[in-house]
């Protein structure tokens, strides 16, 4: 990907470097999980898919991912990010435990903020016209989360 030399200096002005093998922590845009975004022409894209692809000079291929060595989101020091498949990190995920298995959804899932009478009393909210914004806060979750209690793509075996 070629940048015009205004954005390559922006970007380049976001990689909090610090030597080779330490993490260079993106002082620039995240996500909610930590992970450098970027701002180019108008759109928020992944920051180190960009670094990826500049700094290897290669396109990544279609469905796979960047990811990290040293396990730090926010990590965009180009000696620690490498290709890979989503099914392959998705693996690796489980691997380390970051996921866990379905079998563990709902309460039984060790990483859950939210319990069964919150996903009722979230639904019933709703009903009563509760913003998403309002519930989000209310829970300490996102809105997206609380869309998708709603709209049953999250907790679906609550009724």
């Known amino acids: 990907m070629i940048l015009k030399t205004k954005d390559r200096r922006r970007f380049m002005d976001s990689l909090g470097s610090s030597g080779d093998e330490s993490c260079w922590v993106w002082e620039g845009t ?19 898919r960009l670094l990826y692809q500049i700094y290897y000079e290669r396109k990544i291929p279609k469905n796979w991912v960047v990811s990290h060595i040293c396990e730090d989101n926010s990590c965009v020091n180009p000696n620690h990010i490498y290709i890979t498949t989503r099914s392959e990190r998705t693996r690796q995920a489980y691997q380390k435990r970051e996921l866990i ?18 996903i009722r009393a979230i639904r019933a909210a709703k009903e009563d016209g509760i ?13 997206t989360t609380i869309s998708q209690i709603v709209n049953n793509k999250l907790w679906a075996h609550v009724t």
């Open 30 to 48: 995240k996500n909610n999980s930590g992970y450098p975004l970027f701002s180019l022409q108008g759109e928020m894209v992944s920051a180190l």
């Open 101 to 118: 298995p379905a079998s563990q959804r709902g309460e039984k899932n060790p990483n859950s903020k939210l319990c069964e009478q919150d």
């Open 131 to 143: 913003t998403h914004q309002q519930l989000a806060k209310e829970y300490q979750v996102t809105k």
